[in-house]
């Protein structure tokens, strides 16, 4: 299998605060993950993709140092979003590529998703 | 720049009908094409991958088609249930994923 969890699967919180979000790999190990957010009736935006052990490589137009990403072991990789505000608000989703899974190496497997809401 | 357009916002058809989506895509070369369900407030769910060597793929009551000389995909759900309703992405990938706006279908009983 190839089962991805976040956490929290929502959180709101005041302006000005920081939030993590947490995106795990619960049965296989995952050296790249990816973070998306998505606005309502939009597709996912790419945001950043996660490396274990390395920078993360982030998409034009992303701020670095407004979403820190960190990708400490094979199967954990966390999203901060620093001084969150309203326009922040928004549904972030993890995903991870299981290169173990024959025929599918390439697939991406994406956690349930965060909804942030920044007051 | 390159486009995912997939052919429309929403799609309502009437159940045990075969829905078709549309998936094209200009100024990009993909290794593969995806699709995903994605249900409302919900991380979207893998349904199948078809590569850029092949034309067509089944799963059950799936058929993907991939014309990389149109440069377009075709997804098919036959015998549709109202179970079937929700949100359908297409997404081209090379090291990483860019994917489509998504086309909601809605199955009718």
């Known amino acids: 299998g190839a089962v991805v969890s976040q956490h929290p699967s929502w959180v709101i919180c005041k302006s000005g605060t920081s939030v993590k979000i947490e995106c795990r790999s619960l049965?296989?190990?995952?050296?790249?993950m990816f973070w998306y957010r998505q606005f309502p009736k939009q597709s996912l935006m790419l945001m950043a993709t996660s490396n274990e052990g390395s920078k993360a490589t982030y998409e034009q137009g992303v701020e670095k140092d407004k979403f820190l990403i960190n990708h400490a072991s094979l199967t954990l990789s966390t999203l901060t979003v620093t001084s969150a505000h309203p326009e922040d608000s928004s549904f972030y989703i993890c995903s991870a590529r299981n290169p173990g899974l024959a025929g599918v190496a390439d697939t991406q497997y994406f956690g349930p998703g965060t909804r942030l809401t920044v007051l | 720049s390159q486009k995912i357009e997939q052919n429309s916002e929403a799609l309502n058809i009437q159940e045990g009908k075969t829905a078709t989506l549309t998936c094209n895509y200009t100024n990009y070369s993909p290794a593969y094409l995806q699709w995903y369900r994605q249900d409302p407030g919900r991380g979207p769910v893998f349904l199948l991958l078809?590569?850029?060597?092949?034309k067509e793929k089944r799963k059950e009551r799936l058929k993907v088609t991939f014309d990389t000389t149109l440069k377009q995909s075709l997804f098919h759900i036959t015998a549709s249930q109202p179970a079937d309703s929700a949100t359908y992405l297409c997404?081209?990938?090379?090291?990483?994923?860019?994917f489509g706006a998504g086309t909601r279908l809605t199955v009718k009983p």
């Open positions: 997404a081209l990938g090379n090291n990483d994923m860019r």
């Open positions: 078809i590569r850029e060597n092949e």
């Open positions: 049965d296989f190990q995952a050296t790249t």
